[in-house]
């Protein structure tokens, strides 16, 4: 694992060629919120599952309080699925998402069967590209190839979807470097829990020297539930019934969601050079009710946790079930909250806990990301 320097969210708005706003003070009263000049952003969101309904849902909701305080008038453009698409002439956000889905059963004609991602890229004005298709971690396609034709064409990109950048980090964060735009994936990297944000803005200037975590809400979910009384097999429906579990849950329970997680943050945050291969991943399918009760006994508690800590000059990362103490910072967190803890040389133990695991957690989370692209802090 060679150790490099990642710049991922670093560069500012200025160099990347953006108008900045001030960004108003949370408690501020409403005449702070910014008056200058509004800029307009065209968005094409790929991906309408369980994330992308959400994210549109949310953009629906923020659209008045993005314009009034951060000056962002965010246009919807297109939304594309996996054999085809929405491209109407005006935004996308007049619309009702039930509306939408009709109309690719017979009703008005906004859908285009085959439309794809790339062309939709090529006919509109360069905005940023939300991708939230499905996560391969093997291959990061089908999110690999939208994500470098977005950076191709001269668009930013924020994506929940993990597996493009497992594929092929340091060259999308190259790409995304050589053409002077933003590639944002706080979505992917526990979503709403902010560990990019705190890793590489809050921390700056401390060596992280290792890492802790929980980031993975359905496994936690399901852990927690096994330790109510449910069997691992209620649980996890139960996390699929909620919605937050992936498409495919095994990437979940068997660990490699958290392994993917925890590759982003530590390349991200510590400037590593990990793939999937370097982090020895064991998941919860084996874990028993009478392990868990076993845990509790002792006063632990069984958690699914990611750490990349140094030894010796030598990096080692791995995912596994740890019966943590009391004590341990991530002890309570329970159900479907994540947690992470930085341990670093100058500032001490930083832990963060909390942020929604489910697909409007990770809606806000793109969100949270494109706000960021436009809008410089104080
Ligand atoms: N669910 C969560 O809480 C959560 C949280 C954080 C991050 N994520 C990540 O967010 C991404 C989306 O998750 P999800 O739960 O929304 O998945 P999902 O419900 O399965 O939705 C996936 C969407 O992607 C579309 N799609 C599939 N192949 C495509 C292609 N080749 N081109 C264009 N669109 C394609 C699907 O289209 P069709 O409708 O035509 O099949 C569907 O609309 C994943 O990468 C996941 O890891 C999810």
């Known amino acids: 694992m060679k150790a490099t320097v990642s710049k991922t969210v670093i560069l500012s708005n200025r160099d990347r060629g953006f108008e900045s706003h001030p960004l108003r003070?949370?408690?501020?009263?409403?005449?702070?919120?910014?008056?200058?000049?509004?800029?307009?952003?065209?968005?094409?969101?790929?991906?309408?599952?369980?994330v992308g309904k959400a994210f549109f849902?949310?953009?629906q909701e923020k659209l008045g309080?993005?314009?009034?305080?951060?000056?962002?008038?965010?246009?919807?453009?297109?939304?594309?699925?996996?054999d085809g698409g929405f491209m109407p002439e005006g935004s996308l956000l007049e619309h009702r998402i039930v509306d939408l889905l009709a109309c690719q059963t017979g009703g008005p004609p906004l859908w285009r069967a085959g439309l794809t991602v790339e062309s939709a890229l090529k006919k509109i004005d360069p905005g940023i590209l939300v991708e939230c298709t499905p996560s391969s971690l093997q291959t990061g396609?089908?999110?690999?190839?939208?994500?470098?034709?977005?950076?191709?064409?001269?668009?930013?990109?924020?994506?929940?979807?993990k597996g493009p950048l497992v594929a092929a980090f340091r060259s999308l964060l190259n790409l995304a470097r050589e053409k002077?735009?933003?590639l944002m994936f706080s979505g992917a990297a526990a979503a709403a829990l902010p560990?990019?944000?705190?890793?590489?803005?809050?921390?700056?200037?401390?060596?992280v020297c290792s890492i802790e975590g929980i980031l993975n809400g359905t496994s936690?979910?399901?852990?927690?539930?096994?330790?109510?009384?449910?069997?691992?097999?209620?649980?996890?429906?139960?996390?699929?019934?909620?919605?937050?579990?992936?498409?495919?849950?095994?990437?979940?329970?068997?660990?490699?969601?958290?392994?993917?997680k925890l590759l982003l943050i530590a390349n991200s945050v510590m400037g590593l050079e990990l793939t999937l291969g370097d982090i020895k991943v064991k998941g919860i399918?084996?874990?028993?009710?009478?392990?868990?009760?076993?845990?509790?006994?002792?006063?632990?508690?069984?958690?699914?946790?990611?750490?990349?800590?140094?030894?010796?000059?030598?990096?080692?990362?791995?995912?596994?079930?740890?019966?943590?103490?009391?004590?341990?910072?991530?002890?309570?967190?329970?159900?479907?909250?994540?947690?992470?803890?930085?341990?670093?040389?100058?500032?001490?133990?930083?832990?963060?806990t909390g942020g929604k695991s489910d697909p409007r957690g990770a809606a806000a989370a793109l969100l949270k990301d494109i706000i960021h692209t436009f809008v410089s802090l104080p």
């Open 25 to 50: 003070q949370p408690n501020l009263p409403e005449q702070s919120a910014i008056s200058g000049p509004k800029k307009s952003v065209s968005l094409v969101l790929a991906g309408f599952g369980h």
């Open 57 to 59: 849902a949310l953009l």
């Open 65 to 82: 309080p993005l314009r009034k305080r951060y000056g962002l008038d965010l246009s919807l453009r297109a939304i594309l699925k996996s």
């Open 141 to 161: 396609e089908p999110g690999l190839s939208y994500i470098r034709a977005a950076l191709e064409n001269g668009w930013n990109v924020v994506t929940a979807n």
């Open 180 to 182: 002077r735009l933003s």
């Open 195 to 207: 560990t990019l944000d705190v890793g590489l803005y809050s921390l700056a200037g401390a060596e």
């Open 220 to 260: 936690n979910y399901v852990l927690t539930r096994m330790g109510e009384g449910a069997t691992f097999k209620e649980a996890l429906e139960d996390a699929q019934a909620k919605g937050i579990a992936e498409p495919n849950p095994a990437l979940d329970v068997e660990g490699w969601d958290t392994a993917a």
């Open 285 to 352: 399918t084996k874990i028993s009710p009478a392990s868990i009760e076993g845990s509790k006994k002792e006063g632990k508690a069984l958690k699914l946790i990611g750490k990349i800590s140094r030894a010796a000059g030598r990096w080692s990362a791995q995912v596994s079930p740890v019966a943590i103490k009391s004590g341990h910072p991530l002890f309570n967190v329970d159900g479907t909250n994540k947690g992470i803890t930085f341990h670093t040389d100058t500032m001490g133990s930083v832990t963060i």
